[in-house]
């Protein structure tokens, strides 16, 4: 009866919270297509950028301004084939790595760059390349990628959500703004203050990992001094969440931004793919990152220690375990990877307000597949959540991604309901 009562009220809570949502995502901007156009420096004007989705059907037209830039809104999240009208271009200039036209995704609520590099024009005489558009198999191959690396963003998030929840049994509905409280901080730093973005990425995550250890010592903690219970802080969470999403809002406006580098780049050829070299290294710094804290949880004495308070706080703190201060440290390396999710979720879909909101739910749903309160569970679920939203893309259109994430977590929840790497429990 006591599950049965949580369970009800964490699908009320996310209800309201998508209340919420309702009330705010009027503001925003919504979907577009940009870019800039520029040719050894110096900005292209003049050039016809069209724009259209699935079904060929035009979504929009644009013509790049004095500065070179342009910029398409599109009808919502989707995936779109942009083609840069080479007509139109300067004589003597052409598009260097021979695509004009791309096909690109564009996820919801974000502003998607586009990158057409420019060069000299080849030889007179020669023959152009033809453009082809991607194949099954360079298109399936593409969504993998993306599902990995999507994934991998996820993980960052999931796995200090599992910590907190491991530690303390709170299913915190404020998590995603403390995503969003990473991007946001790394974006006033990176454009706001001119910090490179390397820089403002090392603080932001600096800064989340302290405003983690802050809500707990001045809010969480006090909550759990007076011996609030879970289902009541759950609901507290909600409102914090709410709070905190509409306070980004006064700040920050409801439009997607972008950071000041890094926005677009060539990619690099791997196979029948191309792959941005950004990409690459956030992946390889979510995998260091992902891999250490999992094996100091596993190896070291503080990871041991928080194990402890996870599974008894009461025979933990008998044995002389701090069991606030390893909730406190919980919540300041909850707060700190998310922060570092933020600022890559950021380099990859741009910067909004709501973008921690946007995928809390998929969080949720990798924490409970990879099995609650495990720290590699939480990886491996992320990783099938994000191959499973991207994949699905293959038969349903990219609006409703999101349910093919979550029917796969209905079914491995039908034959394992504690998750893939959760460990059974008794009931009763």
Not at 95 to 114: H, K, Q, Y
């Amino acid at each position: 009866m006591r599950r049965a009562v949580i369970i009800f009220t964490a699908v009320l809570g996310f209800v309201l919270t998508s209340l919420g949502f309702g009330a705010t995502s009027a503001l925003a901007a919504g979907e577009s297509l940009q870019g800039t156009l520029t040719n050894a420096g110096q900005p292209v004007a003049g050039v016809v950028i069209n724009v259209s989705d699935e079904s060929g059907t035009s979504a929009g037209k644009a013509t790049s301004a004095a500065d070179g830039k342009w910029s398409v809104p599109v009808k919502g999240p989707g995936t779109y084939k942009v083609d840069l009208d080479t007509t139109t271009l300067p004589q003597g200039v052409t598009v260097a790595n021979g695509r004009p036209s791309l096909t690109l995704t564009v996820f919801e609520g974000a502003a998607r760059n586009v990158l057409f590099p420019l060069g000299t024009a080849a030889a007179p005489g020669s023959e152009p390349a033809e453009s082809e558009g991607p194949s099954q198999l360079e298109r399936v191959l593409d969504l993998i990628y993306t599902g990995i690396h999507f994934g991998l963003i996820i993980a960052l998030a999931a796995l200090g959500l599992s910590l907190i929840f491991g530690t303390m049994g709170l299913t915190n509905f404020a998590h995603g703004e403390l995503i969003t409280f990473g991007a946001l901080s790394c974006f006033v730093l990176n454009v706001w203050w001119n910090v490179p973005v390397v820089i403002s990425a090392i603080l932001a995550v600096v800064v989340g990992g302290a405003f983690g250890w802050f809500q707990d010592r001045v809010f969480w903690g006090w909550l759990r001094t007076r011996r609030t219970g879970l289902i009541s802080m759950m609901i507290i969470s909600i409102g914090v969440a709410l709070v905190l999403r509409y306070v980004y809002l006064y700040i920050f406006g409801g439009t997607t931004v972008q950071y000041a580098e890094y926005v677009a780049q060539p990619g690099i050829d791997l196979g029948p793919i191309a792959v941005a070299p950004k990409n690459l290294v956030m992946d390889a710094i979510a995998i260091v990152v992902l891999v250490v804290v999992s094996l100091a949880l596993t190896k070291t004495r503080l990871g041991k220690a928080t194990r402890a308070v996870s599974n008894n706080p009461a025979l933990a703190a008998a044995s002389g375990i701090s069991v606030d201060a390893i909730i406190r440290l919980v919540w300041t390396i909850g707060g700190a990877l998310a922060a570092l999710s933020g600022v890559m979720l950021g380099l990859f879909q741009g910067v909004n307000y709501q973008m921690g909101f946007q995928i809390l739910l998929l969080v949720f749903a990798a924490v409970t597949l990879g099995g609650l309160g495990t720290a590699f569970g939480a990886l491996l679920g992320s990783l099938v959540v994000g191959l499973a939203t991207q994949l699905s893309t293959l038969w349903i259109p990219t609006e409703l991604k999101n349910v093919g994430a979550l029917v796969v977590l209905i079914v491995i929840i039908m034959f394992r309901p504690q998750g893939i790497l959760g460990r059974r429990e008794r009931i009763g």
